[in-house]
């Protein structure tokens, strides 16, 4: 989906159409969720810290985002996907993976997806097809918004060998920077690369993955399967926290909003964690698995206090967060015994 939060806001806000939107939080910590792509000509991109984007774009009009609605919008693309396609992979709220192997006329079906899309739900999508997952997601990228773009391995080998290799999911910022350290700036140059040179400096399997990636080598099944099995509640404080009890209170909060969720969804889950950024970016998580599943706050909440006592933050707390994982639907059922992870 392009620029998909602004534009579920932009549906219930037309007038806002045209203008710089910036779907951020407004703490002094907040970041960017998403931008408009008139935002992004100031440079606002996401998981740029709110405060930055507004040095860029003073003229933006800056919305708080509202992620109830955007599950609600997902739902109705995915359903429309559904409904045409028999194998869709969901990744995320804006985003799946489809298998159009046998249809008949793969391109016109996508053809006919985004404009019934569009005229049902007012959203523009991006499209990328290709011969695996990965080339399918950076085909989609490519000429956004509403992009349609169709490519081989070979195809996106050349088309991508002048890019960074950040382009391809998968090599994160720190190891582009490892890889331009090394003289590697594009993904041509690493697929190229002598692979014992590679080895030398990333291990034989993680060099061998990087020159998979820029070769756009890919055997992974498109699953029905939905991926994501945990929910999870997080924030970031605008000032950091010592006090424990008012870290207490913050954690119950968590839990509440994620357990509302959870029966909503009508799913439970056995393992309940924490996570922890202090005040030196450190982040730490710690977890337990009960006997059975549970949805209710007074359970998860026992748990993620417990998991908070026994870490007893040793330096002052920048995010607080709350994980419920191992989801399955169900009513709550019973509830069971504590047993420590490995």
Same mark, same amino acid.
């Given at each position: ?8 806001e ?17 703490g ?14 100031f440079g606002?991109?996401?998981a ?11 003229s ?5 985002p ?35 192997t046998?249809?008949?006329?793969p391109?016109?079906?996508?053809r ?9 739900t007012g ?24 992009g ?7 195809? =996106?080998?050349?088309?991508? !060998?002048?890019?960074?290799c950040? %382009?391809?999911?998968?090599?994160? #910022? &720190?190891?582009?920077?490892? +890889? ?9 140059a ?17 060099a061998?993955?990087l020159q ?43 839990v ?5 969720a ?8 056995r ?15 710690r ?7 549970v949805s209710? =706050?007074?359970?998860?909440? !026992?748990?993620a206090?417990?998991? %908070?006592?026994?870490?007893?933050? #040793? &330096?002052?707390?920048?995010? +607080? ?15 069971g ?6």
């Amino acid at each position: 989906m392009d620029a998909f939060y602004v534009s579920v806001e932009l549906r219930r806000r037309p007038e806002l159409r045209g203008l710089p939107v910036i779907v951020a939080g407004s703490g002094p910590r907040a970041v960017v969720t998403t931008a408009s792509y008139e935002a992004r000509r100031f440079g606002v991109g996401s998981a740029m810290p709110a405060a930055r984007a507004r040095r860029l774009c003073p003229s933006g009009v800056f919305l708080a985002p509202d992620f109830t609605c955007y599950r609600e919008a997902s739902r109705e693309v995915m359903a429309i996907l559904r409904a045409h396609v028999q194998t869709v992979e969901v990744v995320g709220l804006d985003e799946a993976y489809l298998e159009l192997t046998g249809l008949p006329a793969p391109h016109a079906t996508m053809r006919l997806l985004t404009r019934e899309i569009e005229q049902a739900t007012g959203l523009g999508c991006s499209v990328g097809i290709g011969p695996s997952r990965l080339v399918a997601k950076v085909a989609s990228d490519a000429e956004k918004p509403r992009g349609f773009v169709v490519l081989s391995r070979g195809q =996106a080998c050349e088309r991508f !060998a002048p890019a960074g290799c950040g %382009l391809v999911p998968g090599i994160g #910022p &720190r190891t582009a920077e490892r +890889l331009r350290a090394i003289g590697i700036h594009t993904l041509g140059a690493l697929a190229a690369a002598p692979a014992t040179g590679l080895a030398a400096h990333f291990g034989v399997r993680m060099a061998a993955e990087l020159q998979r990636r820029a070769r756009f080598e890919d055997a992974v099944a498109v699953s029905e399967q939905r991926k994501v099995i945990s929910e999870s509640r997080e924030v970031t404080f605008d000032r950091d926290i010592s006090d424990p009890v008012k870290l207490e209170q913050i954690l119950e909060g968590l839990v509440r909003r994620l357990c509302v969720a959870l029966v909503q969804q009508q799913r439970r889950g056995r393992t309940i964690g924490i996570k922890i950024r202090l005040d030196d970016f450190s982040t730490h998580t710690r977890a337990r698995t009960l006997a059975q599943a549970v949805s209710s =706050a007074d359970r998860v909440g !026992a748990v993620a206090l417990e998991l %908070l006592h026994r870490f007893s933050p #040793p &330096r002052p707390v920048r995010l +607080l967060g709350v994980r419920v994982a191992g989801l399955r639907a169900g009513d709550g059922g019973a509830q069971g015994q504590l047993t420590l992870l490995p």
